[in-house]
């Protein structure tokens, strides 16, 4: 990567690392960034990518990326040839892209998921990326989540998932009790994928990340960090001093119930990405440079 890039979404499949460059310094070139770990050839495509978790991949290899305002390709979700970054298809809107998108299958087809800047979400066929198959219903201008997660009850009902900041869009009830300062947001995908409907929301969160789903059971955390609307004008100790402690909650899949949670076991905020999970445990990573790990106790 040349000096100055900001780089995040850091992955390797098949000896080829793939990372994605936004908002660098120094004129590096915002967009997708591949190495050959064997050759050690390095390709790009330039575009201002959008979103917190970088590209996302399909089970053939295709790479999708959307990308916000400005740059070469604006207000967009393309698909990308995996081996030379060159564009296999593309969607071009009116409105700026927000999250990274998710692959995931429905019914026998690859679909593609995304949010736009208006509060919707846009689910495409990979096989045609001319128009959305299904879009949700605006929301408000706190809606602009970093990225979205996906994940198919044992009925085949299909779910998106999306941290949201403020109260609580038009169509959606929480599960556990008013929401002002913001929730994780759940749509149901339809059989023939042309529609998106409101599902439950959860219990009002600080600052929400991405939530993480295990065995239908979804893990939200409600961060506690200071986030407000002119926080670029704020120094970082000022946000810090402003800021709660993280706490995680375990989410029935279905109904939005609480299951367990955390309490008081957290002494920070948290920031970045989502929880990782594995082996029977959930870790989060907080502020003052702590790594919480959640789980069952091996049986002997």
């Known amino acids: 990567l040349p000096p100055g890039a900001n780089a995040s979404g850091l992955i390797v499949l098949d000896q080829v690392a793939y990372a994605v460059t936004t908002n660098g310094c120094g004129g590096a070139?915002?967009?997708?960034?591949?190495?050959?770990?064997?050759?050690?050839?390095?390709?790009?495509?330039?575009?201002?990518?959008?979103?917190?978790?970088?590209?996302?991949?399909?089970?053939?290899?295709?790479?999708?990326?959307?990308?916000?305002?400005?740059?070469?390709?604006?207000?967009?979700?393309?698909?990308?040839d995996p081996m030379t970054l060159t564009e296999k298809a593309a969607f071009s809107g009116a409105q700026e892209f927000t999250s990274s998108p998710v692959v995931f299958l429905h019914k026998g087809k690859t679909l593609v998921a995304a949010a736009t800047k208006d509060g919707s979400i846009h689910v495409f066929d990979s096989a045609s990326l001319g128009q959305p198959l299904a879009s949700s219903a605006a929301g408000n201008k706190d809606f602009a989540p970093g990225s979205l997660a996906s994940w198919q009850d044992l009925s085949g009902t299909r779910w998106i998932l999306a941290a949201h900041n403020g109260a609580l869009p038009a169509g959606f009830t929480a599960a556990g009790g008013a929401v002002s300062k913001g929730a994780v947001l759940?749509?149901?995908?339809?059989?023939?994928?042309?529609?998106?409907?409101?599902?439950?929301?959860?219990?009002?969160?600080?600052?929400?990340?991405?939530p993480t789903i295990i065995n239908g059971v979804v893990f939200v955390t409600s961060t506690g960090a200071f986030r407000p609307a002119a926080a670029s004008k704020m120094t970082a100790a000022l946000r810090a001093a402003r800021s709660g402690k993280a706490v995680i909650y375990a989410l029935d899949g279905t109904t939005g119930k609480?299951?367990?949670?955390?309490?008081?076991?957290?002494?920070?905020?948290?920031?970045?990405?989502?929880?990782?999970?594995?082996?029977?445990?959930?870790?989060?990573?907080?502020?003052?440079?702590t790594i919480y790990a959640f789980g069952f106790p091996m049986e002997h």
């Open 186 to 210: 759940t749509w149901k995908l339809s059989d023939d994928s042309s529609k998106l409907t409101p599902g439950w929301a959860s219990r009002d969160l600080v600052s929400p990340l991405t």
């Open 258 to 289: 609480e299951l367990w949670t955390s309490g008081t076991t957290i002494t920070s905020f948290a920031t970045g990405g989502p929880l990782s999970g594995g082996m029977s445990q959930i870790y989060l990573t907080t502020y003052d440079g």
């Open 29 to 80: 070139a915002n967009g997708v960034w591949k190495i050959d770990l064997t050759s050690k050839e390095v390709k790009t495509w330039k575009g201002n990518v959008a979103g917190s978790a970088g590209m996302a991949f399909a089970a053939d290899g295709t790479i999708y990326v959307a990308t916000g305002s400005g740059g070469d390709k604006p207000n967009a979700l393309v698909a990308l």
